[in-house]
T-cell receptor, first 110, second 114 residues
């Protein structure tokens, strides 16, 4: 079983709509959680960290559910520029222990 | 500032050839790492370094060597290329400050082994 699992998608989303997707992790000792964004054939870039109480960054909302061991990302008012692959990243805070999910592809259509 | 740079951007090798992928950073970050990314799989850690002179193995180290003689550079060597090493390779850095875990990635090297 993979340590971090994501629905690969694609999630086809009309412009202006809301999309949400989850990421599950298997290591209960995981301490830090992140969402990275990766555009086609580009390097991953940090989108946002995920805090225990949940957090927002503009149109993006991240939630953490430790009991069920998953994190979620919600994108409101989707823009064409939100089309990308979103990578879930989990770490136990020991260097070298970052675990990446395979990514969820989001395609925003006009 | 250039951030994290990688060379070459593309490379085609024949089975058995060796080569070095270069990674350089001007962010003065202590931590550097190499990942490979394959279709349908997450980034997998190959080797990492927590400072000059210190390296360690990640999840998939076989067939690769690294060294870290300076803070700025972290080259990845393929000893004898195999088709299974066809992948996209990313170098990443992290400041190493306690509680701050953002990783900054280079643009990647796309390697094909025939």
């Amino acid at each position: 079983r993979k340590e971090v699992e994501q629905d690969p998608g694609p999630f086809n989303v009309p412009e202006g709509a809301t999309v949400a997707f989850n990421c599950t992790y298997s290591n209960s000792a995981s301490q830090s959680f992140f969402w990275y964004r990766q555009d086609c054939r580009k390097e991953p870039k940090l989108l946002m960290s995920v805090y225990s109480s949940g957090n927002e960054d503009g149109r993006f909302t991240a939630q953490l559910n430790r009991a069920s061991q998953y994190i979620s990302l919600l994108i409101r008012d989707s823009k064409l520029s939100d089309s990308a692959t979103y990578l879930c990243v989990v770490t136990t805070d020991s260097w070298g222990k970052f675990q990446f999910g395979a990514g969820t592809q989001v395609v925003v259509t006009p | 500032n250039a951030g994290v740079t990688q060379t070459p951007k593309f490379q085609v090798l024949k089975t058995g050839q060796s080569m070095t992928l270069q990674c350089a950073q001007d962010m003065n970050h202590e931590y550097m790492s190499w990942y490979r990314q394959d279709p349908g799989m997450g980034l997998r850690l190959i080797h990492y370094s927590v400072g000059a002179g210190i390296t360690d193995q990640g999840e998939v180290p076989n067939g690769y060597n690294v060294s870290r003689s300076t803070t700025e550079d972290f080259p990845l060597r393929l000893l004898s290329a195999a088709p299974s090493q066809t992948s996209v390779y990313f170098c990443a850095t992290e400041s190493g400050r306690v509680g701050y875990n953002e990783q900054f990635f280079g643009p990647g090297t796309r390697l094909t082994v025939l």
